[in-house]
């Protein structure tokens, strides 16, 4: 059967212009929107940064497809066209053709076409001249043989298998367009892109600004005539800096409740929202590295955790306990509740999860006289650091100390993926569709797999689920890889965090996603009432 998404596209569209055109009715163009980061971003390579840098990064961009950025919750229904007009699949549903725009153009005047895409995803299989310094999404394209192009205005990526979420990954906010004229180092410093906004100014560590393309191909976008991300790695002191009305909003999703009722008190005009926890915090540990190799080790670690204890005193109730996949409902494919609590470790009673965990290390030799002593790494961060800082209070109760080795934002992935570490409380997104990011944390091999977790079975799950479109038959496989992935204590998943946002009255136009953190940031449609 042949599905061709120009005619779902049809169908969805109208609805949704009615909505936008509704919300923009008396849209204003012009003005600088003036917002804080806590980090720095080491370059402005998309294809080569990690989390938090399509923030500043992802409006000089456009993709193939996106999320529509009026729809909170990401799925494979809210896809809309972006530098491709339509796409559809073949009847084995392995190769799928995108009809691209015409008249796009780079941010330099040269004109967009096919090639660009070609040269884009060369970069990530490394199969032509120009090469990343690093390519973390790799993995992503485990599954993609190889991209063809007929003339200037087609393009087709030819899958192995069937994999009906693929579009999924390419819509996402880091699946950006790169310029095949433009050598990827160049990106680092000074990228080019086609989207609504170009690159200005960077100075790490100070900030990042973008101004207006004058010559998008969106009639009319953006309104803003540019955008000021200044780094603030202190919350509080950015927090302040918003009350003063230095800037227009906050970091999105990074408000916790202490802050977000500072500002409530303090600036009672600002719009203030919780979105649902869509990165977990989880437990990263070395399997290749002695003593970590031994796995009732790791699962003492496991039993150690007291999750509703991060909820209670990092979230202060806002947030949720789930695994590997988001939990429901802004979640799509989480496992419910009464489901969860039979995981390895889940067992609300933590006092008995904590004496099965004294007895595996004492079963190794350790206890209250012979302690280990282990470095527990964390990004210098309160989202980091706060969850690392009660991580490492919970370790003690099974013999174990840590101490934290707090390190910058730049150097800190790097060190990661160099797996020049030990243990480590880190964060991971959890979607918004299960594939590719399954075999992305968790494949064998897998390009950020840090933790080494290498099953088998669980890769043959991971393909299983992958090829199956059915959501109601997809369900119970991904539960199975949850059950197998706490049971081999893969990166045991701490807790989802609820994060707060807050922005000024005359903000408009921007919707904050539930499902994902990455994929709401083209700010297109942003615009300031004032």
């Known amino acids: 059967m042949k599905l061709n998404i120009r005619s779902f596209w049809a169908?969805?569209?109208?609805?949704?212009?009615?909505?936008?055109?509704?919300?923009?009715?008396?849209?204003?163009?012009?003005?600088?929107?003036?917002?804080?980061?806590?980090?720095?971003?080491?370059?402005?390579?998309?294809?080569?940064?990690?989390?938090?840098?399509?923030?500043?990064?992802?409006?000089?961009?456009?993709?193939?497809?996106?999320?529509?950025?009026?729809?909170?919750?990401?799925?494979?229904?809210?896809?809309?066209?972006?530098?491709?007009?339509?796409?559809?699949?073949?009847?084995?549903?392995?190769?799928?053709?995108?009809?691209?725009?015409?008249?796009?153009?780079?941010?330099?005047?040269?004109?967009?076409?096919?090639?660009?895409?070609?040269?884009?995803?060369?970069?990530?299989?490394?199969?032509?001249?120009?090469?990343?310094?690093?390519?973390?999404?790799?993995?992503?394209?485990?599954?993609?043989?190889?991209?063809?192009?007929?003339?200037?205005?087609?393009?087709?990526?030819?899958?192995?298998?069937?994999?009906?979420?693929?579009?999924?990954?390419?819509?996402?906010?880091?699946?950006?367009?790169?310029?095949?004229?433009?050598?990827?180092?160049?990106?680092?410093?000074?990228?080019?892109?086609?989207?609504?906004?170009?690159?200005?100014?960077?100075?790490?560590?100070?900030?990042?600004?973008?101004?207006?393309?004058?010559?998008?191909?969106?009639?009319?976008?953006?309104?803003?005539?540019?955008?000021?991300?200044?780094?603030?790695?202190?919350?509080?002191?950015?927090?302040?800096?918003?009350?003063?009305?230095?800037?227009?909003?906050?970091?999105?999703?990074?408000?916790?409740?202490?802050?977000?009722?500072?500002?409530?008190?303090?600036?009672?005009?600002?719009?203030?929202?919780?979105?649902?926890?869509?990165?977990?915090?989880?437990?990263?540990?070395?399997?290749?590295?002695?003593?970590?190799?031994?796995?009732?080790?790791?699962?003492?670690?496991?039993?150690?955790i007291d999750r509703q204890a991060f909820v209670d005193i990092i979230g202060q109730g806002q947030g949720h306990i789930g695994g590997v996949l988001q939990p429901p409902p802004a979640g799509l494919w989480g496992m419910p509740p009464d489901m969860l609590k039979e995981l390895p470790g889940y067992n609300p009673d933590v006092q008995k999860n904590r004496a099965e965990a004294r007895q595996l290390m004492e079963g190794l030799g350790y206890g209250p006289d012979h302690r280990l002593s282990i470095e527990v790494t964390s990004q210098d961060w309160s989202i980091y650091r706060d969850p690392a800082v009660l991580l490492t209070d919970q370790l003690k109760q099974v013999y174990i100390d840590g101490e934290l080795e707090l390190v910058d934002t730049p150097q800190y992935y790097p060190k990661i993926l160099r797996k020049d570490y030990a243990v480590a409380l880190n964060l991971q997104t959890s979607g918004p569709d299960p594939d590719p990011i399954l075999h992305l944390f968790y494949g064998c091999g897998a390009s950020v797999n840090w933790s080494g977790y290498c099953n088998p079975e669980v890769d043959e799950l991971i393909e299983r689920q992958s090829r199956e479109g059915d959501p109601e038959r997809r369900k119970p496989v991904l539960w199975e890889i949850e059950r197998k992935l706490a049971a081999d204590d893969a990166r045991p998943i701490i807790f989802y965090r609820n994060g707060g946002t807050c922005r000024q009255p005359y903000v408009k136009g921007l919707t904050l996603m539930a499902n994902s953190p990455f994929n709401a940031w083209r700010m297109e449609d942003v615009w300031l009432d004032k």
């Not at 600088?32 to 402005?44: C, D, F, G, H």
């Not at 076409?113 to 060369?122: E, I």
């Not at 003339?151 to 192995?160: A, Y």
């Not at 900030?207 to 200044?230: F, M, S």
């Open 11 to 304: 169908m969805t569209a109208f609805p949704a212009a009615l909505s936008i055109a509704a919300t923009a009715f008396g849209q204003k163009p012009g003005g600088t929107l003036r917002m804080y980061n806590p980090e720095s971003v080491a370059s402005l390579s998309m294809l080569e940064e990690f989390a938090n840098a399509e923030l500043p990064i992802m409006g000089m961009f456009n993709n193939l497809v996106m999320f529509d950025q009026h729809v909170a919750q990401n799925s494979l229904q809210s896809i809309v066209p972006d530098l491709a007009t339509s796409w559809s699949w073949d009847e084995e549903g392995t190769d799928l053709t995108f009809q691209l725009r015409q008249g796009v153009r780079w941010h330099d005047g040269k004109p967009f076409t096919a090639r660009d895409v070609k040269c884009t995803w060369d970069l990530y299989l490394e199969t032509g001249p120009d090469k990343l310094r690093i390519n973390p999404r790799k993995s992503s394209y485990y599954n993609l043989a190889s991209l063809s192009t007929s003339g200037d205005w087609e393009v087709t990526f030819h899958l192995k298998r069937p994999q009906p979420a693929f579009p999924m990954w390419l819509a996402g906010g880091f699946s950006v367009i790169y310029p095949c004229h433009v050598p990827a180092r160049d990106m680092r410093q000074h990228p080019i892109g086609t989207g609504p906004f170009k690159f200005m100014d960077f100075k790490p560590k100070e900030y990042v600004k973008v101004t207006r393309n004058p010559d998008y191909w969106k009639p009319d976008r953006p309104y803003l005539d540019g955008i000021e991300h200044t780094v603030m790695p202190d919350p509080a002191t950015a927090v302040l800096a918003f009350i003063a009305g230095k800037f227009d909003m906050t970091r999105p999703g990074q408000l916790t409740v202490p802050l977000m009722n500072e500002i409530e008190g303090r600036v009672p005009q600002a719009i203030c929202e919780w979105t649902p926890g869509n990165v977990n915090r989880h437990l990263l540990v070395n399997r290749d590295k002695p003593p970590f190799d031994n796995p009732d080790l790791r699962r003492a670690m496991a039993l150690s």
